[in-house]
């Protein structure tokens, strides 16, 4: 066994029985940052991700250090092995979610931002299309394509060959290629259309909005059966830029906006009587805003009145 700690390793001073530095303990949480957002990135789930790490967590207490020749690659290993399985459950009660799914937003810090491929492999689009790759295909895409491990290395991480690894890397970047944004957004591009929404919203003036909308743009709401949200995808600038007038213009005074990072990207959090309400976040095409996703599920807020670490 690796150690004599039981404790959950969540940032705090790992110790043994004799007070000497637990090794496992210590390189599980050097690596915890890394481990959570490659969970987060194949689940978009914070809440799932955690659980993934506490059963990560768990196996690699069991490991003889000794037998590790590189802990970072073995500890994705693991957790990656460990996010299949619960992609594989999570399959299957999405398909009895209220209404469309949307990732869960997390608050985010400067840094993220500052790493554009980080920011962009966890912006709410780019996960939105992750979420339509098989489970094998997302964690190959989200190993190769983001954290640079090598063919092997994914390999023993996903249990197949090498080759069959290339195979599927080669088919799902082909698939993302296709659904992704054409062009990395910047930051102050998502800010200024975000600007422009914020300031239609709040002065009610429709033609503000329509022109910051693209004709074929499609809003998303996730109220998760909990609080209402539209049941169904809306497309089209029209029917959108009318459902935000009459949805936000019902609040008034109570409802007030706040631009934040979320998930590397600028985005909006409402607030009514001061209260969280939801995290509006946006894909962007050409300076126009194709994507509008308005996460209102409670159980997916939380993250989103404190910073949530990523790493590469």
């Given at each position: 066994m690796a150690g004599t700690s039981s404790m959950t390793p969540d940032?705090?001073?790992?110790?043994?029985?004799?007070?000497?530095?637990?090794?496992?303990?210590?390189?599980?949480?050097?690596?915890?940052?890394?481990?959570?957002?490659?969970?987060?990135?194949?689940?978009?789930?914070?809440?799932?991700?955690?659980d993934v790490l506490q059963e990560s967590w768990l196996r690699w207490a069991g490991v003889d250090l000794a037998t590790v020749r590189d802990p970072r690659a073995y500890l994705?290993?693991?957790?990656?092995?460990?996010?299949?399985?619960?992609?594989?459950?999570?399959?299957?009660?999405?398909?009895?979610?209220?209404?469309?799914?949307?990732?869960?937003?997390?608050?985010?810090?400067?840094?993220?931002?500052?790493?554009?491929?980080?920011?962009?492999?966890?912006?709410?689009?780019?996960?939105l299309v992750l979420e339509t790759l098989?489970?094998?295909?997302?964690?190959?895409?989200?190993?190769?394509?983001?954290?640079?491990?090598?063919?092997?290395?994914?390999?023993?991480?996903?249990?197949?060959?090498?080759?069959?690894?290339?195979?599927?890397?080669?088919?799902?970047?082909?698939?993302?290629?296709?659904?992704?944004?054409?062009a990395v957004v910047s930051a102050a591009e998502t800010r200024g259309a975000l600007d422009a929404f914020q300031r239609a919203v709040e002065t009610g003036d429709l033609q503000n909005l329509l022109d910051i909308l693209a004709p074929d743009i499609v809003l998303l709401g996730d109220g998760g059966g909990v609080r209402k949200a539209v049941l169904r995808p809306v497309a089209g600038a029209g029917k959108v830029a009318r459902l935000l007038a009459a949805g936000l213009g019902r609040f008034g005074a109570?409802?007030?906006?706040?631009?934040?990072?979320?998930?590397?990207?600028?985005?909006?959090?409402?607030?009514?009587?001061?209260e969280i309400d939801s995290v509006v976040t946006v894909r962007i095409d050409d300076g126009l805003i194709t994507g509008l996703y308005v996460v209102r599920n409670p159980e997916k807020l939380s993250r989103i009145e404190r910073e949530t670490a990523l790493r590469r």
């Open positions: 940032g705090g001073s790992p110790k043994q029985e004799d007070g000497s530095p637990d090794p496992a303990t210590e390189m599980f949480v050097a690596h915890r940052n890394l481990l959570f957002t490659v969970a987060y990135e194949m689940l978009g789930s914070a809440a799932d991700a955690e994705v290993q693991i957790t990656t092995r460990q996010a299949l399985n619960r992609l594989r459950t999570l399959g299957r009660r999405r398909e009895s979610y209220v209404g469309p799914w949307l990732p869960e937003p997390l608050l985010t810090a400067p840094d993220v931002a500052e790493d554009v491929a980080l920011a962009d492999s966890v912006s709410m689009a780019m996960l098989r489970p094998a295909e997302r964690a190959v895409f989200v190993l190769r394509e983001v954290f640079d491990f090598g063919y092997d290395e994914i390999a023993a991480a996903v249990d197949k060959s090498p080759a069959t690894v290339r195979q599927i890397a080669h088919r799902a970047r082909a698939h993302v290629s296709a659904r992704r944004p054409a109570v409802l007030s906006l706040q631009q934040v990072q979320v998930n590397g990207y600028p985005a909006l959090v409402l607030r009514l009587d001061g």
